[in-house]
């Protein structure tokens, strides 16, 4: 199933809006393009995309003033009204259209459910790189909550690697004080990446931004950071009963257990050697 929605979904959006085109594909265009009332057309709520620029939005209504709306607008009817539709990609066209004072646009009307809608509104923004890091991050974890995809389903229907996924993610660990310097454009995705990797993120954050540094500067902090706490000083050997509680969870999980007690708390770190095995331990933890 996934190397058919990957294959489907990889060419759909660009045929669906017109990014790739054929005698068929045209004729397709024009039996589902049409215009309607943009008061008939509400926001999908559960588009992945929250931050709309303001001035880049006055900008592109002055331009559909001049020249209307050069790509339909990619609309799904909802079922419980016959003149109603749901935006699937091309929220910032509507929003921009409104601000022109058109009252007619251009769409595409296409059935989807809504894994599919989610899917084509998270593939046209990540495409067109108009979701930041943790936009892009969440939508995946919509996906993967919403219709229990595994990280490798979700590469495939995406068109993304398996490792992009994998690292996007950890980003929605992030201290929200250091999501907040992602969301307003003072870290990329790559420096957020680099600061998940590090014991104390907002201060690694913090100092990236103080300092200027790019990607690859921050990326060096990182492992700088890692090498250093490696070299600390040598913890005190274990009991027996911690011993034996390691390797008891160690037999259960099928990975390697570090149980480290800290007066009455403690943290336990389970370790895996793929994404695979991390999509098992996710599987066994979530389990209900």
């Known amino acids: 199933m996934a190397d058919e929605r990957s294959s489907r979904l990889g060419r759909g959006l660009a045929a669906l809006i017109g990014d790739t085109d054929n005698d068929a594909r045209a004729i397709e265009r024009a039996r589902t393009q049409r215009r309607i009332p943009i008061e008939f057309i509400q926001p999908n709520a559960r588009n992945p995309r929250h931050n709309f620029d303001a001035d880049a939005l006055d900008d592109l209504a002055r331009s559909i003033a001049e020249k ?94 398996r490792s992009h996924i994998a690292n996007t993610l950890r980003l929605l660990r992030l201290p929200d004080s250091v999501k907040a310097f992602v969301a307003d454009g003072r870290l990329s995705a790559g420096h957020a990446r680099a600061v998940a990797a590090m014991d104390d993120p907002e ?43 390691e390797e008891s969870l160690s037999n259960a999980l099928g990975l390697k257990v570090d149980l480290r007690h800290a007066g009455e708390g403690g943290e336990l770190r389970i370790g895996y050697k793929s994404l695979e095995q991390l999509d098992e331990l996710v599987r066994l933890l979530t389990a209900r």
Not at 104 to 118: K, T
Not at 218 to 243: I, N
Request: aromatic share 4%; glycine share 6%.
């Open 68 to 161: 209307g709306i050069v790509q339909p607008i990619l609309v799904r009817p909802l079922a419980e009204s016959s003149n109603r539709f749901e935006i699937i990609a091309g929220e910032r066209r509507w929003r921009a259209a409104q601000k022109a004072g058109l009252h007619e646009v251009p769409v595409f009307v296409h059935d989807a459910d809504d894994r599919e809608s989610l899917e084509l509104a998270i593939i046209e923004n990540v495409q067109r790189a108009d979701l930041n890091a943790l936009e892009e991050a969440a939508g995946y974890d919509q996906l993967m909550q919403e219709f229990s995809y595994t990280q490798q389903q979700l590469a495939d229907s995406i068109g993304k690697s």
């Open 203 to 245: 201060a690694a954050a913090r100092r990236i931004i103080e300092g200027g540094m790019s990607v690859r500067e921050a990326e060096k902090l990182s492992s700088k950071t890692k090498a250093g706490s490696k070299s600390a000083a040598p913890r005190p050997a274990k009991d027996t009963d911690t011993r034996a509680l």
